[in-house]
Nanobody
């Protein structure tokens, strides 16, 4: 069974950058599209990005477009989320999850445990 593990979270100052990693075990990421989600305290979970398999096409939520970049390295069984120009509004727990194809109706089957990001002075 595919297992996902996020890493790279932490405390960063406003305007700073972080790179999250989503590493898979128990299976190969090449068969999956991978989405990144976040959930801030007392807010609903938000999908921020997704990257498809094969053509590596991507999706970004308006709230992160131009600041976040998703990429994948199937040889390393890892998907990355590069986050730039971070603001306190980006503070949340970030999760990666696997599905067949990115899209509004995607069903995510496998989830990581999440990594916490705090943007603060």
């Amino acid at each position: 069974q595919l297992q996902l593990a996020e890493s790279g979270g932490g405390l960063v100052q406003p305007g700073g950058s972080l790179r999250l990693s989503c590493r898979a075990s128990g299976g190969s990421l090449e068969y999956y599209a991978i989405g990144w989600f976040r959930q801030a305290p007392e807010k609903e979970r938000e999908e921020v990005s997704c990257i498809n398999r094969h053509d590596d096409s991507t999706y970004y939520a308006d709230s992160v477009k131009g600041r976040f970049t998703v990429s994948r390295d199937d040889a390393e069984n890892t998907v990355y989320l590069r986050m730039n120009i971070l603001t306190p509004k980006d503070t949340a727990i970030y999760y990666c999850a696997a599905t067949v194809v990115c899209g509004r109706w995607a069903k995510y089957t496998y989830w990581g445990q999440g990594t916490r990001i705090a943007v603060s002075t």
